[in-house]
């Protein structure tokens, strides 16, 4: 593809992702925090698709098209804030009494271009987690978290064992904690965590407004960072009975790891100075 046609392919979608947003106010709520998710995965995946083309941009296209994705970054936080929502629309309720409710099924959705294929499946029906903890230790199991969401939030100085095979794990606003989480099934966010440890595996994994972080990772596609600094990234070395069942459950192959493959959405022309690689 000619770099014009990066450029005016990323207007292109810029324009159907504000379409889908004006549209979005139809939904319930509950379809409508769904339908942010997969704005954002959408969003995401320009953002690969722009860094996968740095070597035949030059300064100028780099620059419309990093203009182009603050523009639906800021919109899609917009339209999160007037609902109230944390900002990837994952709302995490502190009340340590209350049971969240399954989630609505998502048919999956299929957004297809013949230059730059999307594929976004969200399909989320239950949700399990830790909140509101100090200075504990604590273990979940298969039968608390295989196949659903798993949400660790407002945790300090804590060390969690996830040992199951969750479909989405989301940690934030975690501080002075070690995390060790058994395979994830589709994606990992980490938002506003510090001065921590974790041991993951997924299949993507994104991290905003995170600082001096040790991330032990087993990776099938590439990992994100935003808004970082301070992070380093070593190869996955934690392991717990029945750890290769899980791996089969996640659909994650053991062979394929892209440990070392991290993309700094704030240094798209040149290496980032906010993540190193530990020595193994």
Excluded at 17 to 45: G, P, R, Y
Excluded at 70 to 83: F, G, L, M, P, T
Excluded at 235 to 243: E, G, R
């Amino acid at each position: 593809m000619e770099k014009l046609d990066i450029v005016e392919f990323i207007k292109k979608q810029k324009c159907i992702i504000f379409e889908e947003l004006e549209n979005i106010s139809n939904l319930t709520d509950e379809d409508k925090k769904l339908k942010l998710d997969q704005i954002f995965l959408k969003a995401d995946e320009m953002k690969k698709y722009i860094h996968q083309n740095l070597p035949v941009m030059i300064s100028y296209e780099i620059g419309v098209c990093n203009n182009l994705i603050k523009e639906i970054d800021s919109r899609i936080s917009a339209e999160r804030d007037n609902k109230k929502a944390f900002k990837f629309s994952f709302n995490l309720k502190s009340k340590s009494n209350t049971r969240p409710k399954p989630a609505k099924n998502v048919e999956e959705e299929n957004v297809q271009n013949e230059q730059f294929p999307i594929k976004i499946s969200q399909k989320i029906t239950n949700t399990n987690g830790l909140r509101n903890l100090s200075n504990v230790e604590k273990t979940l199991t298969n039968d608390q978290i295989d196949s659903q969401e798993v949400e660790l939030d407002s945790l300090t100085n804590c060390t969690i064992y996830l040992k199951g095979a969750p479909s989405i794990l989301r940690l934030v606003n975690i501080r002075e904690s070690k995390i060790f989480a058994g395979p994830v099934s589709s994606s990992i966010f980490i938002v506003n965590c510090h001065e921590c440890r974790l041991q993951i595996v997924g299949q993507q994994m994104r991290i905003h407004d995170s600082t001096n972080c040790d991330i032990f990772q087993h990776i099938t596609s590439r990992t994100i960072i935003e808004n970082c600094s301070k992070l380093r990234f070593g190869l996955f070395s934690w392991n717990y009975d029945q750890m290769g069942d899980d791996f089969v459950k996640a659909s994650i192959d053991k062979n394929v790891n892209n440990w070392t493959q991290i993309d700094d959405f704030d240094c798209l022309a040149g290496p980032s100075p906010n993540w190193c690689l530990i020595e193994e």
